[in-house]
């Protein structure tokens, strides 16, 4: 009696265990040939994201193992997690109608890489490509694509950490990098190509925040602003650098803009080349200081003054 009343327990506890081991992945596998039903292992893969954020464990990692797109909707992350296609495969994130990606929560860490993210022709155009809701969380995009979106290919909203690296956005229908209220941005190696805003933004609207990017060993071209510090809340500050990287063709190649609280760009050794206007100073507040050691040349004219900038 008792080892069958004990085969009962074990038999009705059994898919209890499994669903909190499939929960507690530390690694969920995505293919062209799985099915969402699965629970996302190796040999049973999932099909979707969204499938897959639900068997990994926070600080786990989603594999995609085919060149395929995997969503059919806004994919929400709410958990850390790195989500990455494997060497020589495409994967594929598709926006239709709002974020491909929206990372919300706090203190999260979230990493995505060799992933293309853009919208489908046939389907409700996107909004953004990845947008950060953040509370201290950080995110990072390496070796990626985002393009065509109808609005910014990143945007973090909050005090919040954003790292990008080898990374193109191009042709997307506001900026590149699009940082807001309290946001940091490290950005290398990187890509930004005729977006129609621009390259890279850092802005306030609420007051004693600091919203930083700082750039190094990249290239801006296309649209109205190469690089814009743009701060309109009252004890906060809005400061971009750049350093041995490349702005080109763009209206304003660098833009300051500050009527209350700091803007500031501060560049050394980069080109800033082929502008309409080389670099754009606008506010009481705003600042753009040169190291001295730039190219700047071929630019067809530029507004307010270049404040020297002695090496530290």
């Known amino acids: 009696m008792f080892v069958r009343n004990a085969l009962r327990i074990a038999l009705v506890a059994a898919p209890l265990i499994c669903s909190t081991a499939q929960a507690q992945l530390f690694r969920a596998y995505l293919s062209v040939a799985g099915n969402d039903g699965n629970p996302c292992t190796l040999q049973a893969p999932c099909r979707l994201l969204p499938a897959a954020m639900n068997a990994v464990a926070s600080g786990g990692e989603v594999w995609m193992l085919d060149s395929a797109n995997y969503n059919t909707a806004t994919v929400n992350v709410a958990k850390s997690v790195s989500i990455l296609a494997v060497p020589g495969v495409v994967g594929s994130v598709v926006a239709t109608g709002g974020p491909a990606i929206h990372i919300t929560g706090a203190e999260l860490t979230v990493a ?4 293309v993210i853009g919208p489908v022709v046939t389907l409700p155009a996107g909004t953004v490509g990845v947008q950060m809701d953040s509370s201290d969380s950080v995110l990072t995009v390496e070796n990626s694509l985002i ?4 609005e910014d290919g990143i945007r973090v909203e909050g005090v919040g950490s954003l790292k990008v690296a080898n990374t193109t956005l191009r042709n997307n229908g506001f900026y590149a990098i699009s940082l807001n209220d309290g946001a940091h941005a490290a950005i290398s190696g990187t890509q930004m190509l005729n977006n129609v805003a621009g390259g890279v933004y850092a802005g306030n609207s609420i ?16 649209g109205t602003d190469g690089v814009l510090a743009d701060n309109g809340a009252a004890d906060a500050t809005a400061r971009i650098s750049i350093r041995r990287s490349t702005i080109k063709k763009t209206q304003h190649g660098m833009s300051s ?4 609280g700091t803007a500031e760009v501060n560049v050394g050794r980069s080109l800033i080349v082929d502008n309409d206007n080389g670099w754009d100073q606008s506010g009481a507040g705003a600042t753009i200081r040169t190291l001295g050691n730039n190219q700047m040349r071929g630019n067809a004219g ?7 900038l002695a090496p530290q």
Do not use: K
């Open 112 to 115: 995505l890489r060799n992933l």
């Open 147 to 150: 393009a065509n979106l109808a």
């Open 207 to 222: 007051g004693s925040l600091t919203t930083t990017a700082s750039i190094f060993e990249s290239v801006i071209s296309g």
């Open 257 to 260: 803009v500050a009527d209350v």
């Open 302 to 308: 530029s507004l307010g003054i270049l404040t020297p």
